[in-house]
């Protein structure tokens, strides 16, 4: 064996990639050690019966029909399909074949994928969890917006009745003004998150021009009385701007989590108060809020912060929604949130667009 031979040797048998030449009658003719270790055969074994016999029995007529069309003189790239380890194990390989037509030869180079298939199969379980677990929460979403116009409309039809001319309490008259209030902003809620819903049923969510301010005066007139019970102080600064892109009803669900959040949230004795604030970073639109609530461990808490059922607080109130709500929302629009906390320090949300 000459020095060039005796190196090519060595390279063949050294390679961590499986190298095979192969014959057109479908038998290995030289297989390298890596061929032989990935499949758990001795190389006496798999030369000894046709290559298709190692192959998996679903993707047996598929690797026929691609060693005819080797034959024909075309080359073969990127082929996946998976063969069968000794002990039954399904190892999937990726070809590239190069047909020598003169010698009746394929001259082949193999990678072992079965670990990023495994990784694939498990992404590919998750998102229909996912899937399926948002499906349900649509018709819970769905079910609840719908269920609830009905109370929401029998109280309204009672507030009609009453004849506040004969009421001379004027608190007792402002609270009732509130009460109407509030519940008319409860029922245009629910018919809209209803009309969202039916319309996100069949198309994705939609963008639009959408005011940040009015966005947030809306709301906050919306959840009036718990931002005069609270005693919070909201502050703005839109300087930067004012107008973003985003869907009007998620960007309304994500104001609207992060106020009662930050009033549920805040410490006690203490009243809360929130900054919301546009600003530009690196070209791209952010909206920051913060508040000087009870805050928390963001490091440790990494992972259950917007998790759907997920409570960072122990309050009975929590869910373990609203975070994961303002998730989905910017998630769905393409957009990213972080978020920083320490425990007694606040907490800051910067959503960038």
């Known amino acids: 064996m000459t020095n060039d031979s005796f190196e090519y040797e060595r390279f063949f048998e050294m390679s961590p990639d499986l190298l095979c030449i192969a014959g057109y009658d479908g038998y290995f003719k030289k297989i390298n050690h890596a061929v032989a270790e990935t499949l758990g055969y001795s190389k006496s074994e798999l030369y000894a019966r046709p290559i298709n016999d190692f192959v998996y029995h679903e993707d047996q007529r598929v690797t026929s029909d691609a060693r005819n069309e080797i034959i024909k003189s075309k080359p073969l790239l990127n082929f996946e399909n998976r063969y069968v380890h000794k002990s039954g194990e399904i190892i999937w390989l990726s070809w590239t074949s190069q047909p020598f037509d003169d010698q009746k030869l394929v001259f082949a180079i193999a990678k072992d994928i079965t670990h990023k298939k495994r990784i694939e199969s498990e992404r590919n379980s998750l998102l229909e969890k996912t899937s399926r677990l948002n499906e349900k929460l649509k018709q819970i979403s769905f079910t609840t917006s719908h269920d609830l116009r009905s109370p929401v409309n029998n109280l309204l039809s009672i507030l009609d009745l009453l004849d506040k001319t004969k009421i001379k309490d004027s ?23 209803v009309d969202h819903l039916k319309e996100s049923h069949s198309t994705n969510a939609k963008k639009e021009s959408v005011s940040i301010s009015k966005t947030i005066n809306g709301v906050s007139q919306s959840i009036k009385s718990l931002i005069h019970t609270s005693k919070a102080e ?44 546009s600003a530009i970073k690196d070209g791209k639109k952010q909206l920051i809020i913060e508040d000087n609530g009870q ?46 906390s320490k425990i007694h320090q606040g907490t800051r949300f910067t959503i960038t667009f």
């Open 234 to 277: 909201i502050d703005t600064d839109l300087s930067e701007f004012d107008e973003i892109s985003f869907n009007k009803t998620y960007f309304e669900s994500i104001i609207l989590n992060f106020l009662t959040n930050s009033i549920k949230y805040s410490k006690p004795g203490i009243p809360p108060k929130i900054k919301i604030q």
């Open 171 to 193: 608190e007792s008259l402002e609270l009732i003004d509130l009460l109407e209030f509030g519940l008319g902003n409860l029922k245009t809620t629910l018919n809209t998150y």
């Open 295 to 340: 805050g928390f461990d963001a490091k440790d808490l990494e992972h259950k912060i917007f998790g759907i059922g997920d409570k960072i607080h122990e309050n009975p109130d929590s869910k373990g929604i609203g975070l994961y709500l303002v998730y989905s929302h910017v998630m769905n629009m393409r957009g990213k949130i972080e978020v920083k």
